[in-house]
C-alpha cells in the first residue's frame, strides 16, 4: 500500500504536489492543535478551509464529473451544518445526499432516481420517528447502509483494475471514511453512557484524523481527470 502510494506521489503533476503539500499542511497543523489545545476554534476552521479545497480541487481537475463535485459539496454542507450547529439531523440527511452522488458515481443508481431516493429516505424516516426510533439513529442507519454501499463497490472498482491511480484513491478514501464514522459511532456510544469515558479524547481525534484524507483521497478519486480527457481526445 505504501510502496504503492509512494509511486503515486513520485508521478504527480507538479500542480498536484501543490496541492498535497497544501493539504499536508492543514492535515500536520490541525491534528497538532487537536493534540496540544483542545476545542481550539481554529483548529475547526483549518478542517473547514480544508473540506472546502478539496471542492475547488475537484472542480478544477475533474470539472466534467458532477456527481463527484456535487458529493464534496453535500459533504461540506454536512459539515457546516454539524460543526457549526446542533442540527445533527439535517447534517446527516445532508451525507446520505452525498453518499447518493457516490452511488451514481459507482453506477448503482441513475441520476434520475434522485427523486424516488429522497422520497423513500422520508418515508423510512416518518416510519421511524412513529415508532419511536430516535431520529438521529433512523437517518445514521440510511446513511450507513449507502457507505458500506460505497465501500464495497470502491474496492470492487478496484479489484478491476488495480492499475487505475484514480479507483486506488477512491478505496483508501472510502476506506478511511468508514474507518471515521466508525469512530464517530463509538464516540455516541461513549457519550450515551454504553463505554467508557476514558476512550473519547482518543475517539475524537481518530474521528478527523480518518475524516480529512478520506476526502482529500475521493476528491483524487475521478477518472474524469482534464487530463485523461485530453489524451482520451488525443487518442480518439
Known sequence: MFKALKTDFLNLPKADRNWLTIWSLIYITFLTIDAVYVNFWGSSVLKYIGIFLCIIYAYQKSSNDAPLILALFFTFLADTILVWTKWEVFGVFCFCFAQFMHLIRHGLIQPKNIGIFTLLVAVF????????????????????????????????????????????????????????????????????????????????????????????????????????????????
Open 125 to 236: 424516516f416518518i416510519y421511524a420517528t412513529t415508532q419511536n426510533i430516535p431520529a438521529i439513529y433512523a437517518i445514521t442507519a440510511v446513511y450507513a447502509v449507502m457507505l458500506v454501499t460505497n465501500v464495497v463497490l470502491s474496492i470492487n472498482r478496484y479489484s478491476k483494475n488495480k492499475k487505475d491511480i484514480h479507483a486506488r484513491y477512491g478505496m483508501y478514501g472510502f476506506l478511511a471514511f468508514i474507518a471515521c464514522d466508525i469512530c464517530v459511532g463509538t464516540r455516541h456510544l461513549i457519550l450515551d453512557g454504553a463505554l467508557p469515558a476514558t476512550a473519547l479524547p482518543l475517539i475524537a481525534y481518530l474521528v478527523w484524523f480518518f475524516y480529512y484524507p478520506s476526502q482529500v483521497l475521493i476528491a483524487n478519486s475521478s477518472n474524469k481527470t482534464q487530463t485523461d480527457t485530453k489524451l482520451q481526445k488525443a487518442k480518439d
